[in-house]
């Protein structure tokens, strides 16, 4: 079985820093994309960034100049360094992927969320 597994959420000041991992780990042939998406209460899970094929990166409006995506290809490992962080950046981050568990199959998985606040 596939699962993605988010760590680095937790409390910090606006205008500080946190930095998320999410690793993929289980039966995986191969990964398309992996990126992150996050869901405030009440409202709908929305993309922050995203890799959708090799370097190529994607980003919200809303986080551009202040947030980082990076992966490592060994690793099957995703990573977002949020920086400048702002109290409208509290949110449950999920990580997501685009993955082949087998050669003829792809389907997206999502991790379990971690719980980003921002706060004074």
């Known amino acids: 079985q596939v699962q993605l597994v988010e760590s680095g959420g937790g409390l910090v000041q606006p205008g500080g820093s946190l930095r998320l991992s999410c690793a993929a780990s289980?039966?995986?042939?191969?990964?398309?994309?992996m990126g992150w998406y996050r869901q405030a209460p009440g409202k709908e899970r929305e993309l922050v960034a995203n890799?959708?094929?090799?370097?190529?990166?994607r980003y919200a409006d809303s986080v551009k100049g202040r947030f980082t995506i990076s992966r490592d290809g060994a690793k099957n490992t995703v990573y977002l360094q949020m920086n400048s962080l702002k109290p409208e950046d509290t949110a449950v981050y999920y990580c997501?992927?685009?993955?082949?568990?087998?050669?003829?199959?792809?389907?997206?998985?999502w991790g379990q969320g971690t719980q980003v606040t921002v706060s004074s």
């Open positions: 890799m959708p094929s090799g370097d190529i990166t």
């Open positions: 997501n992927s685009i993955l082949s568990p087998t050669y003829d199959r792809r389907k997206p998985y």
């Open positions: 289980g039966s995986i042939y191969s990964i398309d994309s």
